[in-house]
Structure formats: C-alpha cells, structure tokens
C-alpha cells in the first residue's frame, strides 16, 4: 500500500516562528502536492513539485515556500507563520508517466497547526 | 479554468435511507472526475474515478456516481447509508498538469 506520513499530527506555534512540516512517501512517487483545508474551502493547493528540486506555485502560495532534495521527502515552510495560516495541511503523491492526468493522488492523514 | 460545485455544506440522512451528494464542475475539455472521502482525523481516500467508458462508476462500499456530460455533474449516491459513512466528502476534476481542483466538500451526517 502507498504511504504518505506526516511528521506531525498536531502542531502550535508563535507567531513569526519559522515552521516546517516534513512529507515523506514510499511509493517513488515522482508528483508531490502540499494542500490547506479550511472548513467550507475545500482544499486549496499550496505548491506542487513534479521532481527533485523542481516546484510549482499553486493557488496560494504567499507566505509559504517548499523544498524537494530527496525525490521521496517534500517540505513545507511557513518563513514567519501568522495566524491566518492556522490551518489543517495535508500533503499527497502520484505517480507521473502515461495517462498521468487521472492517476490517483494518495494522502496523508494532515498536520493540524495553530498558530497563537 | 476548471471549477468544481458542491452546493450542499451538510447532508443530514437516517440511517438506512438513499443518498445523493451533488456535484457540478465547469471545463471546456476532456474530463476526469474524482470523489474523495475523509473520515473524522484522518485525511483523503479516493472513493471512485470516472476516466472514461461506462458513465456509472462504483466503489466497493456501494457509492456509485454518474457521468453526465449535457449536464456537466458526476453526483454521488448510495442507495441506503451507513452510520460509518459519516465523513466528508469531496469532488474533484484534473486540470491536466497531474493537478486537482477539488469542491468545497459535503459533510454527510448518518444518524440512527
């Protein structure tokens, strides 16, 4: 079974902390995705890398930078977390290659962060 | 651009009594169409996927959503819940570039 984990469930932070939340994926997946959920939003997507060291902005990446070294580990960064990113943050995966633009995106089970 | 609609926020349903959760989506291309679950603290499960072919798709656990080009919609239904169907549930269309958009989500709240 692909797994996509989370380095936290739960998270509180300060405001203008440096905040990093880790996604690692065992499937060798070569897309990677990182997403906000905000009730009555749905999901909105953060930034996207379809490589090692490769990224592309989503619908709302102010405030928010990533980071791809490792082709199974995508970071997210928040440079100096504000309260309106309080949020819950899931990062998924899929493979590319032929007939990509249907394949399955696996999740993971979310970071809730706080930020006071 | 790609958009998803899921006008229903909240679905109240007993137990044992059909289903239908809304979906509509906007695009001037070839689609393909996704329902997703998330169940209490945990995050997405892919339900089902319309890719192409036979316009009825349908899950393991008895949802079956329909493909309707003229009316651009690719709704859910069950015909009879569980209380473990408790979730939400989300729509979501590919945007070509390997991306989702996905809806606004329905909670769906089974009660006995």
């Known amino acids: 079974d692909v797994k996509v984990t989370q380095s936290s469930r739960y998270l509180v932070k300060r405001t203008g902390e440096k905040v990093f939340l880790e996604c690692v994926q065992d499937?060798?997946?070569?897309?990677m995705f990182w997403y906000r959920q905000d009730p009555g939003l749905g999901l909105r997507l953060i930034y996207f890398?379809?490589?090692?060291?490769?990224?592309e902005k989503g619908d709302i990446p102010e405030g928010y930078s990533v980071s791809r070294e490792k082709k199974e580990r995508f970071s997210l960064i928040l440079e100096s977390a504000s309260t309106n990113q309080t949020s819950m943050y899931l990062c998924?995966?899929?493979?590319?290659?032929?007939?990509?633009?249907?394949?399955?995106?696996?999740f993971g089970p979310g970071t809730r962060l706080t930020v006071l | 651009a790609q958009s998803v609609t899921q006008l229903d926020s909240q679905v109240p349903v007993f137990e044992e009594a059909p289903v239908e959760l809304r979906c509509n989506y906007s695009?001037?291309?070839?689609?393909?169409l996704f329902w997703y679950v998330q169940y209490p603290n945990q995050g997405l499960q892919l339900l089902l996927k319309?890719?192409?072919?036979?316009?009825l798709v349908e899950s393991i656990n008895g949802f079956e959503a329909e493909f309707n080009k003229s009316q651009t919609s690719f709704h859910l239904r069950k015909p009879s819940v569980h209380i473990s169907d408790t979730a939400e549930y989300f729509c979501?269309?590919?945007?070509?570039?390997?991306?989702?958009?996905f809806g606004t989500g329905t909670r769906l709240l089974v009660s006995p």
């Open positions: 499937m060798d997946h070569e897309n």
């Open positions: 998924a995966s899929s493979p590319r290659g032929a007939g990509s633009s249907y394949n399955e995106q696996f």
């Open positions: 890398s379809y490589d090692v060291k490769m990224k």
């Open positions: 695009s001037s291309v070839s689609v393909y």
């Open positions: 979501a269309v590919n945007t070509g570039f390997q991306k989702l958009v």
């Open positions: 319309y890719l192409s072919g036979s316009t």
